[in-house]
C-alpha cells in the first residue's frame, strides 16, 4: 500500500488551511513553499476557483476551499482506517482511533484507559477530544470521531450503541454537609441549602430544566456555571448542594472528599453513559478493542464508587449511632 492515497494538491492544501499559511505549513510538513503553493494554483487553475484568500498577515479558506478540505478530510480518516484494515487482516492490532468523551471523564477512566491500552495494545493510539453530548453526537455523524461515550445519549437511527448502562440521578455534598448520612433526599430537601448548578450547555441542567423549573425560582440562592470542577469545588467547601452523577464526581468520591446522594423524587429518571459509533459504519477490529477497554475501564470505575459509597455510609451510620 503506498504511503499516501490522498493526492499530495488536497493534503496540502489541508495543511495550509490548519495552518493559515503556506510559510508555516511548509515547515509543519518539511516541504519547500514553492511546492506548496504550485499545487495550490494548479488545483486552482483545474478547478475554475479560487481556493484561498490570499491575505497580508495569511491565508484563509474561500467557499470552495472549505467544501475541498471538508472532503480531503473525510478522505484522509477513510484512507487511515483502510490502513487499519489492511493491518487487521494481517492480523496486528494496529492503527488510530478517535474519541469524543466528556469532561468528567478525564478526572474519572479516561487515564485508566490510556495506561491500559499503551499496556495490552501498544500499537493502537488514541485520539480523546473532550466535548458535550451535542457535539460527541455531531463528531459521529460527520465522521470526525470513530468511538463516543456521553451522557443521556438519544435514540437516533444514525447512531449505534455499544454498550449502555444507567446513572442513578442525585447529587453530592461534601462529608460534613447535613444532608451526608441519609440514604437518599428529595429535590424540596436539597434546595434548603444553595445549590451549584451547571450550564446549560450540558444535558443534565436541561433535564432540570424541563422536569423541575421551580429550581430556578429567582429566589433560590445557587451559582451558575460551566466549568464541572468549580461545581464540585463548591460542593466540596460543605456550603453547595451539585446536582451531577456518580462518575462526574467519581475522583472525589473515592478519595471521600464527597458525598452521592439519590434523588428519590417519583419521575427524577436516571441517567445513562452510552459508548456509541456510526451505525453506518462497520465496526473495525481496532475500534472494537477500544470500545471493549472503554466498557471495562468506566463499569470498574463505577464498582470501585458504588463499594466506596457503601462503607460511607456504613461509617456515617456508625458515627451517628456513638
Known amino acids: 500500500m503506498p504511503n499516501y492515497l490522498v493526492p499530495a494538491s488536497l493534503r496540502y492544501i489541508d495543511q495550509v488551511a490548519r495552518s493559515g499559511s503556506i510559510q508555516r505549513a511548509a515547515k ?30 495569511g491565508m484563509r479558506l474561500t467557499a470552495s476551499g472549505d467544501a475541498i478540505v471538508t472532503l480531503t478530510r473525510k478522505w484522509r480518516s477513510d484512507e487511515r482506517r483502510l490502513a487499519a484494515e489492511i493491518k487487521e487482516l494481517q ?98 430537601e436539597a434546595v434548603q441549602y444553595p445549590i451549584a448548578l451547571q450550564s446549560k450547555a450540558l444535558l443534565i441542567r436541561r433535564y432540570l430544566e424541563s422536569r423541575y423549573s421551580w429550581l430556578f425560582s429567582e429566589g433560590q440562592k445557587r451559582i451558575e456555571t460551566n466549568s464541572l470542577q468549580l461545581v464540585k469545588l463548591l460542593a466540596k467547601s460543605g456550603d453547595y448542594v451539585a446536582f451531577t452523577s456518580e ?51 468506566a463499569e470498574k470505575c463505577l464498582e470501585n464508587v458504588r463499594v466506596q459509597a457503601s462503607i460511607n455510609l456504613v461509617a456515617s451510620i456508625s458515627s451517628a449511632n456513638t
Open 91 to 188: 492480523g496486528v492490532s494496529q492503527g488510530h482511533v478517535r474519541l469524543a468523551a466528556m469532561d468528567s471523564h478525564v478526572n474519572s477512566f479516561l487515564p485508566t484507559l490510556v495506561r491500559e491500552l499503551s499496556i495490552s495494545h501498544p500499537q493502537i493510539s488514541l485520539d480523546i477530544e473532550v466535548v458535550s453530548t451535542d457535539d460527541a453526537v455531531a463528531a459521529l455523524l460527520n465522521q470526525t470521531a470513530d468511538l463516543i461515550i456521553a451522557f443521556n445519549l438519544s435514540p437516533r437511527r444514525q447512531i449505534h450503541t455499544l454498550w449502555q448502562t444507567e446513572l442513578p440521578f442525585g447529587c453530592v455534598v461534601s462529608p460534613t454537609h447535613p444532608l451526608t448520612g441519609s440514604k437518599t433526599t428529595s429535590l424540596q
Open 247 to 297: 462518575l462526574d464526581a467519581a475522583p472525589e468520591l473515592l478519595a471521600g472528599d464527597l458525598v452521592f446522594i439519590p434523588v428519590r423524587d417519583h419521575g427524577a429518571e436516571p441517567q445513562t453513559i452510552s459508548i456509541a459509533m456510526d451505525g453506518s459504519r462497520s465496526l473495525s477490529r481496532v475500534v472494537r478493542i477500544v470500545a471493549e477497554l472503554t466498557k471495562e475501564v
Open 28 to 57: 509543519e510538513i518539511n516541504v519547500a513553499a514553492s511546492a506548496i503553493n504550485r499545487q495550490i494554483l494548479l488545483l486552482e487553475q483545474e478547478l475554475g476557483v479560487e481556493l484561498f484568500e490570499r491575505q497580508a498577515r
